[in-house]
């Protein structure tokens, strides 16, 4: 399950790897966050052109990145639809923030001490 980046990782981030003041890197998370929501990945069409330009002055510091997918069409043209991501690793790298670990099928069971899988008879 993915887990969405926070307004104040990503602020953080941007402030890091930008050098910008921690204002201006609010008002950049802010306008991030609100493409993204609770996703970390969106389809690029839904940018302005001036948020683009935004993106790939992100992209090049590692705190977003892009890729697409080739589509057929009907007609048989190839159609390239793009998309963003938040790599919610990678920022967390930024800021130095610890990253967890994705949880085994059983991890949640991992971490129980031994005397839990005894049975008493009662």
């Known amino acids: 399950m993915y887990e ?3 307004y104040e990782e990503l602020r953080i981030a941007i402030e890091r ?7 201006t890197s609010g008002q950049l998370a802010e306008r ?10 969106m389809i690029d069409n839904a940018l302005t052109p001036e ?4 993106f790939y002055f ?5 705190i977003i990145s892009s890729r ?3 589509e057929t069409l009907f007609t048989g043209r190839p159609w390239r ?4 991501t938040l790599d919610k690793d990678k920022i967390l790298k930024i800021i130095g923030a610890p990253v967890e670990k994705a949880d085994s099928e059983y991890g949640v069971y991992e971490g129980l001490p031994d005397n839990v899988w005894v049975r008493q008879s009662a």
């Open 4 to 6: 969405p980046v926070t």
């Open 17 to 23: 790897k930008s050098k910008i003041d921690a204002e």
């Open 32 to 41: 991030v966050l609100n493409y993204f929501g609770y996703n970390g990945e």
């Open 51 to 54: 948020d683009r330009g935004m």
């Open 58 to 62: 992100l992209e090049e510091f590692q």
């Open 68 to 70: 697409y997918e080739e």
């Open 81 to 84: 639809v793009f998309y963003w």
